[in-house]
């Protein structure tokens, strides 16, 4: 019964913090996950079959020399707030029926420190952390840079996070 409180209230805590607060409990066999790694090698096909992890085309974007890019992102913000449209009209729920929260968040200069900082990531390297992967399995190799960087990054954030203002 303890466990339940304790989960409870870290749930609270997090719906404040702007964490993931759609954490599953029900406990599921190690195979359930061999779903997510089947999705993830589909995303990666369809991010190297769209050009979506090409250095060029990413490089073409930060230069406004070509619409390519800002199409995908832009389709997928909009199917985003779509989705999140319809969740929230119709009270979507899991396919294991759970009730999907979307917390309210609120705006705090730190998010445009926290994008300056991604952009510019993004535009040295020309990679972002949705295609790291995929690129890595491209061949790209010098990937390997941006992934452990992106690591040691979160890595540095998760310490110092109680001391940055949110």
Request: glycine content about 10%; some cysteine.
């Amino acid at each position: 019964m303890q466990q339940n409180s304790d989960t409870e209230k870290d749930l609270q805590l997090r719906e404040l913090d702007a964490m993931c607060v759609n954490e599953s409990r029900l406990e599921h066999k190690w195979y359930h996950n061999l779903k997510y790694l089947v999705i993830g090698i589909l995303f990666g096909i369809v991010f190297v079959k769209s050009e979506v992890v090409s250095w060029y085309r990413i490089q073409e974007m930060f230069r406004l020399q070509s619409f390519h890019m800002y199409g995908i992102i832009g389709s997928a913000v909009l199917t985003g707030m779509i989705s999140v449209f319809l969740i929230k009209k119709f009270n979507i729920k899991t396919i294991y029926g759970e009730p999907i929260k979307i917390a309210p968040k609120t705006f705090n200069k730190g998010q445009i420190y926290g994008g300056l900082i991604f952009g510019l990531g993004w535009a040295m390297t020309g990679a972002c952390p949705g295609p790291l992967f995929a690129q890595i399995g491209t061949g790209a190799t010098v990937i390997a840079v941006t992934l452990l960087s992106a690591i040691a990054g979160t890595w540095v954030y998760g310490k110092l996070r109680e001391k940055l203002p949110h």
